[in-house]
């Protein structure tokens, strides 16, 4: 159970000065990021320490070009993950292979043989790095149906690819055309709608059937669409699925502090160099890893209830995928600080989500 030091605290509000008892200091058991994108060399070794600093664990997306297609690939990935990460890092990268027309059966026995803990769906041309992914859902089926009898995760990127559908529509049309079906067709599959963005996409998971989850970033958490255009077109605000309207936003928020383990902390943190963000086509994604439990702490504080994090965060993704919970804890103290305005990233940087701006919670070293 969280733990936590509180103070009391005279606040300005809407009485007047009032005291107010104010959580100074959070321990909860160390967390886990199920959704996350290290990218490769030099990119790699310059964000991985930001997420082995705090998670447990990461499942590490397999969008590389090329894409991790096979065992052997999430093999020699995931090799290069530890060795950046160094020795005294207990930092655990659970890896996965990318769905391709071309995935068969013999491929999901030789990940399952090899460790490799789920398998990514993009349907082709949905977003960074997805052109090699999958257009038509039933040249997967005999791959699917061999998951769904060894128990191997489906992790989707659920948007429709369909040009004519509106882009704030598109994970809502995918849940009813694509993801329904699909989850009524292969019963015990297990399945994570990722990054979710939707009153929809909560709606379809809190009443699916067993072994549906989804992942929640924080920045999905903590913006709302208007964050894209706020006086100015905001490129480090641009993800996909893209940020949606604030009665979505909200929506994803009670989802999370609903103490529902369907739903659970991943954070799509997707570093582009800024070269890549900033140009007229720009590409998706926000990058959040430096502070991404701070983020969500935020998130939860702002909801009203801090001590919900610890479920979200540490617990429910592990039961989700049948792994031990953390051992260790992280403490996260309440401390002000400024967002570098950017991270090195290879040969470029990453503009850090909220660069410049003030954090209120800190993980003390
Ligand atoms: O914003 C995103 N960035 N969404 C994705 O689905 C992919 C990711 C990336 O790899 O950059
Ligand atoms: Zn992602």
Known sequence: MADSA????????????????????????????????LRDGDAMRAVVGHSARVFGRAMVMPNLVPPVFTAEDAQAYRARIVEAIGPESTFDPKMTLYLA??????????????????????????????????????????????????????????????????IFDRERVFVEQTLAPLVERFPALPVVLEHITTSDAVDFVSGARARVAATITAHHLLMNRNAIFEGGIRPHHYCLPVLKRERHREALV?????????????????????????????????????????????????????????GFASCFGADF???????????????????????????????????????????QP
């Open 6 to 37: 509180r103070t009391r605290r005279i606040v300005w509000g809407a009485p007047g000065w009032y005291i107010r008892t104010v959580v100074e200091q959070i321990t909860i058991r160390r967390p886990d990021d199920w959704h996350l994108h």
């Open 101 to 166: 027309p071309q995935t068969t059966p013999d491929h999901i026995d030789a990940a399952m043989a090899a460790g490799v803990l789920a398998v990514k769906l993009y349907p082709a041309g949905a977003t960074t790095n997805s052109d090699a992914g999958v257009a038509r859902l039933d040249g997967v089926y005999p791959a699917l149906e061999r998951m769904e009898a060894v128990g191997m995760p489906l992790l989707i990127h659920g948007e429709s690819t369909d040009p004519s559908v509106d």
């Open 254 to 310: 009670r989802a999370a502090l609903s103490g529902d383990p369907r739903f659970f902390a991943g954070t799509d943190s997707a570093p582009h160099g800024v070269d890549r963000k900033e140009r007229a086509c720009g590409c998706a994604g926000c990058y959040t890893a430096f502070a991404a439990i701070e983020l969500y702490a935020q998130a939860f504080e702002d909801a009203g209830n801090l001590a919900l994090l610890e």
């Open 321 to 363: 995928y049948g792994l031990a919970r953390n051992e260790g804890t992280i403490t996260l103290a309440r401390e002000s600080w400024e967002v570098p305005a950017t991270y090195p990233l290879g040969d470029s940087e990453v503009i850090p989500l909220f660069a410049g701006q003030r954090l209120r919670w800190r993980v």
